[in-house]
């Protein structure tokens, strides 16, 4: 917790208390009650008693051994009630004599003594609440930051293991292309920049706009088509409004590219089909490609891309606000993804 935070607390305290000798003071007034030990010994002997409790607690937090915080906590609460009936003495026989009739009947008795050790437990009782509330918010806060720290480590190790696997795939179909001195060379270049710029500038933050996105996944189909036949190979729908809409960088990816590496090629068009459905509160988002024979569509091994590290950041990203289904029905392998947003 911040400074000025805990001095706030402290502050309130004191004003509470502060509140609470004025009501006594008000509602005793009519009994001829005199409200200068009240507002002059009271409070210097509180404040002391308070602050001796509370930064002998506050021991506790830091030390290994509590031994040592032990030892000086009994030691403060024996010497805190002698301590504060001594203080009072002297002031009521030095400096407020004048309000006590009797000068030769200050005596410390039994009631002295009494009143001095249940305060002496009031404010002991309200020093350990005060260090207890403080020390719960500041594990909260340290709580709360390991936990990003730690969602933060994995959302970056996760979008390490998918960055290379594209780049792999992308300068294995350029090298292709220049090999045999292809056309499609150059506008394979400008698509591979257009994927780099987004890897390496957008996809680092959390939230990227979702026309980035989908540029980004239509260059990177471009870059697949390159390599088939049939040039309708692929449909891509996309509707709904993507004005100002955000969402996970390289999270539809993953998908897509599952759907080339592990579908077949030899079946009329469309071999893949994608449809994107942005709505007010959600993003619909399904992808289906023909089952390759003999082949494991849900998992490429040697990718590092897995519906286990899909799923973990989806997790991560939009925790009880996503739903994905993948299913095969006949020779189909579908993927419904849906976010809200």
Known sequence: ????????????????????VILAIAMMSAKEYDPFQEITI????????????????ALFFVRKNKRYPIILLIAVIVILVPLRVGIEYLFWKYIGYQHIKVPDSLVIDSSWWYNSIR???IYGIYALLIQ??????????????????????????????????????????????????????????MKMSSIMRYMLYDATTDKVLLEKEIEYLKSFIELEKLRIRHKDFVELNISGNVEGRTIAPMLLIPFVENAFKHGSRNVTVPGIRIDLSIGLQQIRF???????????????????????????????????????????DNDLYNVLLILWI
């Open 132 to 189: 207890l509330a403080i020390g719960w918010f500041d594990t909260q806060k340290l709580k709360t930051e390991l936990l990003l720290e730690k969602q933060s480590g994995e959302l970056a190790l996760l979008r390490s293991q998918v960055n290379p696997h594209f780049l792999f795939n992308t300068l294995n179909n350029i090298y292709s292309l220049v090999y045999k001195k292809s056309d499609d060379a150059p506008e394979a270049v």
């Open 42 to 57: 009271y409070p210097i002997t509180s404040f002391i008693t308070f602050y001796s409790f509370y930064f002998t607690y």
């Open 1 to 20: 917790m911040k400074t000025k935070y805990k001095i706030l607390i402290h502050v309130a305290f004191w004003i509470y208390m502060f509140n609470q």
């Open 286 to 328: 399904e992808v289906s490609n023909h089952i390759r024979k003999n082949t494991n569509a849900i998992k490429d091994p040697a990718s590092g891309i897995g519906l286990t590290n899909i799923r973990r950041r989806l997790n991560l990203l939009y925790p009880g606000k996503h739903q994905l289904e993948i299913s095969t």
């Open 119 to 121: 305060l002496v437990i």
